[in-house]
């Protein structure tokens, strides 16, 4: 079996007050029993992250699934500029909103850009036009901000959790799955 994660990221590349946002967002958690309250080494970084708890059992349709028994089993949060990816599974289709040419078998010069350049738009490599990158059709889905919560070997959440995210967030999400 090998690790994989589900990482709720804000559809906002660079959401203000991400550190104040992450902190909230984990006492909120905290506060449902969804994770423990302390940091350990339950995620897959050279970071500390927060362990699975009982309350986990509330957000997913699996809790006979959740990861009680891996070492890998918690919550990572990102609060740098991150491309939240699908790891191996990859990018199928980028269809650019402006051409609605497919860039996901060119040059991904676009996330270069956007990751470089600390800004929400990246160009088309087809039209040369200047996009907001939330707005490129990518399948699988991926994600593009300076905050994110990355829940390792979790199964999916239910639809409701999701949306509490997106309360708490006072934003659109991305629900990004990755499989390492």
């Known amino acids: 079996m090998s ?27 905290i506060s449902k029993d969804i994770v423990k309250p302390v940091l350990s080494d339950c995620i897959m970084s050279e970071n500390n992250g927060y362990a699975v708890s009982e309350g986990a059992k ?28 699908t790891g191996e599974t990859g990018m199928q289709t980028c269809i650019c909103p402006s051409c ?46 300076n905050l994110g919560f990355k829940f390792w070997n979790w199964p999916d959440f239910k639809p409701d959790f999701i949306d509490e995210f997106k309360i708490a967030l006072d934003c659109e999400v991305v629900v990004v799955n990755q499989h390492i």
Request: hydrophobic share 40%.
């Open 3 to 29: 690790d994989h994660s589900i990482a709720i990221v804000p559809r906002k590349s660079s959401y203000e007050n991400n550190v104040a946002k992450a902190q909230e967002i984990l006492d909120w958690l």
């Open 58 to 85: 509330d957000v997913t349709d699996f809790p006979e699934s959740l990861p009680f028994y891996l070492t890998v089993n918690g919550l990572e949060i990102i609060t740098n500029r991150e491309v939240f990816h």
């Open 100 to 145: 609605g040419n497919d860039l996901a078998q060119e040059e991904w010069m676009f996330i270069e850009y956007w990751f470089c350049h600390e800004t929400d738009l990246s160009p088309c490599l087809f039209c040369d036009a200047t996009v907001a990158i939330h707005e490129m059709e990518i399948q699988p889905a991926w994600g593009f901000s």
